[in-house]
């Protein structure tokens, strides 16, 4: 997935975690489709021994919700946990425990006035931002969900390159006939 589509009431949930649990971290999950469309967020409880700092979560809460998506028709979009001190950025452990390189790493932070959320793939220690949309209706940007669908410049492309072909195929043809018999 290219992007995350949280609703505001989804990020808004994820805040409230957030605060419920401070000073400590929050952590859950984020289920959703193939394109990065977040449709339910599922707190999970953490384990960590050093919560403030860190998160652990519940294995057979996570396994619960995991077990679970066939039925509920959703994959896994990712995962999410707060800093609750710290900006919503990975932390080194964040990099070294991520074990899910497909998963978005939905962080929210908690150190400004308003939560901060910001969204990160992570893959054998490499981070990358992945956009993240907070909004109420579902972002019409990607063709990745509609593949079928040619963007207008590729059907001109597709029209074009049929013209030529029938173009050669017709000069062709002509190179191959016989020449005119000649009147004398
Ligand atoms: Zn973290």
């Known amino acids: 997935m290219r992007r995350v589509w949280l609703t505001p009431e989804a990020a808004e949930s994820i805040a409230r975690h957030a605060k419920a649990a401070f000073p400590h971290e929050c952590c859950g999950v984020l289920l959703g489709d193939a394109a990065g469309d977040v449709r339910e967020v599922v707190a999970v409880e953490n384990v960590s021994p050093t919560p403030e700092t860190a998160f652990v979560m519940d294995a057979a809460g996570l396994a619960r919700v995991l077990g679970g998506l066939g039925r509920r028709g959703q994959v896994l979009v990712g995962f999410y946990h707060s800093h609750p001190r710290t900006p919503a950025i990975p932390s080194g452990r964040d990099i070294a425990e991520a074990h899910y390189p497909d998963a978005v790493q939905v962080i929210v932070s908690l150190r400004g006035q308003a939560p901060e959320v910001m969204a990160w793939r992570i893959a054998a220690g490499a981070v990358e931002r992945v956009p993240l949309l907070i909004q109420a209706s579902?972002?019409?940007?990607?063709?990745?969900?509609?593949?079928?669908?040619?963007?207008?410049?590729?059907?001109?492309?597709?029209?074009?390159?049929?013209?030529?072909?029938?173009?050669?195929v017709i000069g062709v043809a002509l190179s191959l006939l016989p020449p005119p018999p000649v009147i004398q």
Request: no cysteine; proline share 6%.
């Open 138 to 168: 579902r972002p019409e940007d990607d063709r990745q969900t509609e593949p079928d669908r040619l963007t207008r410049q590729q059907r001109i492309v597709t029209v074009l390159g049929g013209v030529v072909a029938a173009l050669l």
